[in-house]
């Protein structure tokens, strides 16, 4: 190889890196709709507690103004929708579960703001598992404002061994708790 020919190959080297790393993407999960390319759908459990009527409820479900005082606005939602349970002492575990396929995920709920002694419930309390695995944790005490605040990055792990994930969003333990799922990333 003559030496003039050396920058080039420098310059195309570094122009199929570019394109490699451009290569990863992300892909969305809402709560409702799924997975955007797999159509998978995420998983609420248990869909009925024991002792109670029904637990997750949605922006459909709570049309008629019967589950709360106050509701996210599903316009500022991802496609939207969101999927939200308030957590009782008597539902002992409750849980959002979904696959993912790829290297980083990225979780987002609402976050709620009740005015206080408006709900049982202010606090948004959750553990995050990947493949049955504890990773992380997400707890907000309300600040009493009546606002809710919407695309809150609640967990991130960009160090995932590529290939098939689970993660679970797991609410268990004695104090209530309210949780609202928005969507996921996955890289
Ligand atoms: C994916 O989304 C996260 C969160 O918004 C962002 O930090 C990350 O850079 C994105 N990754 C890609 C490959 O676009
Ligand atoms: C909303 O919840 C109802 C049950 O309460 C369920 O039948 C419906 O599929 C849900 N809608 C969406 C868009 O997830
Ligand atoms: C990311 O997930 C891996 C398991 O895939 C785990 O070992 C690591 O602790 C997690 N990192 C963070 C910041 O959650």
Known sequence: MRLSHV????????????????????????????????????????????????????????????????LPNAALALDNTWTAAMYLADVSSMS???????????????????????????????????????????THDSDGSGQFTYDELVYSNSSITNGEHTLMIQTTGSEPAMIIFDYALYT
Request: proline fraction near 7%.
């Open 96 to 138: 959002i579960n979904f696959q993912f396929s790829g290297t980083a995920i990225y979780v987002f709920f609402i976050i709620p703001n009740f005015a206080p002694a408006s709900d049982p419930s202010s606090t948004v309390r959750c553990v995050f598992f990947i493949d049955g695995s504890q990773v992380g944790s997400f």
């Open 7 to 70: 920058p080039w190959l420098l310059l195309i080297l570094s122009a199929t890196r570019g394109t490699l790393l451009s290569s990863s993407t992300n892909r969305t999960i809402d709560d409702s709709l799924g997975d955007s390319v797999t159509g998978a759908k995420v998983q609420y459990l248990p869909a009925v507690p024991p002792s109670d009527g029904r637990l997750w409820f949605n922006q459909t479900s709570c049309a008629a103004g019967s589950c709360a005082d106050a």
